[in-house]
Nanobody, 124 residues
Framework: QVQLVESGGGLVQAGGSLRLSCAAS????????MGWFRQAPGNEREFVAT????????SVADSVKGRFAISRDNAKNTVILQMNGLKPEDTAVYYC?????????????????WGQGTQVTVSS
């Protein structure tokens, strides 16, 4: 049984930073790509960032490029989303997800397992 547990969300002022962590268990973490998605009230869940199995390749959404970065520590079964220069429009529930393969992906259907989410609120 795969479990993904996010942490690190909270309330921050615009321009501030947060570091989200996702701890994975249940199968070989280093064999799968990982991703972060977010969902604001009334909106669909959208892609934020993704990383391949080894961490050698990453991609982030245009809306967060230059502000967010994704990384992973396979020894600790953890994936990190570092968020800098936060804006009110970044307010959402952030979800960690584990892909079906070693590669990264943009689409929700490329991911097999999902965490419960962590709330990020950015005040203006």
């Amino acid at each position: 049984q795969v479990q993904l547990v996010e942490s690190g969300g909270g309330l921050v002022q615009a321009g501030g930073s947060l570091r989200l962590s996702c701890a994975a268990s249940g199968r070989s973490f280093s064999s799968y790509g990982m991703g972060w998605f977010r969902q604001a009230p009334g909106n669909e869940r959208e892609f934020v960032a993704t990383i391949n199995w080894s961490g050698s390749s990453t991609s982030v959404a245009d809306s967060v490029k230059g502000r967010f970065a994704i990384s992973r520590d396979n020894a600790k079964n953890t994936v990190i989303l570092q968020m800098n220069g936060l804006k009110p429009e970044d307010t959402a529930v952030y979800y960690c997800a584990q892909a079906q393969t070693r590669a990264w992906g943009y689409r929700r259907d490329e991911y097999e397992y999902w965490g419960q989410g962590t709330q990020v609120t950015v005040s203006s």
